[in-house]
């Protein structure tokens, strides 16, 4: 599963503090968080890391499939989809900043297929949908009459 001792020693890293700081910093929060804001949430429970090791060990955690790169906010999120075949995607609300992760095999052999269309070699897709959730969206109504 998405445990990560068992994802770093099966990839050959070793489990330390840092990493584990950082991981459990993206497993309590719905919203992508940039590495500073990383960095406020660890020195709050009077832990200091500089954001360039932060940065180091998100870059680790998305190569590893761990964690993703939000583009639309340049935060990072946790995986909440781990082993899950097909490229992650994203729907981000634009309102409360909430990210929810789909995989849809489907979808990335047509978009494959379209990119081979063009003589192109597909090998990775990115998307987010961005808009707004369940909730922001039932509240929508309230906001405008005020
Ligand atoms: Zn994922
Ligand atoms: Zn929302």
């Known amino acids: ?21 950082v ?30 090791t932060i940065y180091r060990i998100l870059d680790l955690f998305s190569r590893l499939g761990l964690a993703h790169r939000v583009l639309s906010n340049s935060g990072f999120v ?7 075949e097909g490229c992650h995607r994203f729907v981000i609300c634009r309102c409360c900043g909430s990210v929810q992760e789909f995989a849809d095999k489907e979808l990335c052999r047509k978009e494959k297929s379209f990119a ?7 090998e990775s897709h990115l998307s987010e949908t961005l808009g707004l959730c ?12 005020i």
Do not use: W
């Not at 599963?1 to 700081?21: C, E, F, H, I, S």
């Not at 991981?23 to 360039?52: M, R």
């Not at 369940?134 to 009459?145: L, S, V, W």
């Open 1 to 21: 599963m998405g445990n990560l001792a068992d994802v770093l020693r099966a990839r050959g890293y070793k489990v330390t503090g840092p990493r584990q700081q």
């Open 23 to 52: 991981f459990d910093a993206l497993e309590g929060t719905e919203k992508p968080l940039s590495p500073y804001e990383i960095q406020n949430l660890l020195q709050e429970e009077d832990s200091f890391l500089n954001h360039v």
């Open 78 to 84: 946790k995986c909440n989809l781990p082993g899950q």
């Open 116 to 122: 081979l269309d063009c003589g192109f070699h597909a």
């Open 134 to 145: 369940a909730k922001c969206y039932g509240r929508r109504d309230e906001k405008t009459t």
